[in-house]
């Protein structure tokens, strides 16, 4: 059975960073697309960002686009959220998923970690 486990979530002021970690247990990490999404008090999830398995492209939302780093360790099994420039909007609950099939669905998911920023 396949976990996923996200860390790395707290409480912060506008303009800080935070890190957010995913990682995963089992299945093979190294054939996933990788991804985070997040989901803000009564709004839809959200792509946030995505990283193919072999690290050659990623993916980002405008909202976050030049202030959100995806990047992966595939020894680590590891998949991590550099956030940079944090904004009161990007309050939310962060998830890690994977994309276990090329081209499908992301299909297994972490329960999240929440991501609160004052002004």
């Known amino acids: 059975q396949v976990q996923l486990a996200e860390s790395g979530g707290g409480s912060v002021q506008a303009g800080d960073s935070l890190t957010l970690s995913c990682e995963v247990f089992?299945?093979?990490?190294?054939?996933?697309?990788m991804g985070w999404f997040r989901q803000a008090t009564g709004k839809e999830r959200e792509r946030v960002a995505d990283i193919s398995d072999s690290y050659d492209w990623t993916y980002y939302a405008d909202s976050v686009q030049g202030r959100f780093t995806i990047s992966r360790d595939n020894v680590k099994k590891t998949v991590y959220l550099q956030m940079n420039s944090l904004k009161p909007e990007d309050t939310a609950v962060y998830y890690c998923?994977?994309?276990?099939?090329?081209?499908?669905?992301?299909?297994?998911w972490g329960l999240g970690t929440q991501v609160t920023v004052s002004s």
């Open positions: 089992g299945g093979i990490f190294e054939t996933y697309t």
């Open positions: 998923a994977a994309q276990t099939t090329y081209g499908g669905e992301f299909d297994l």
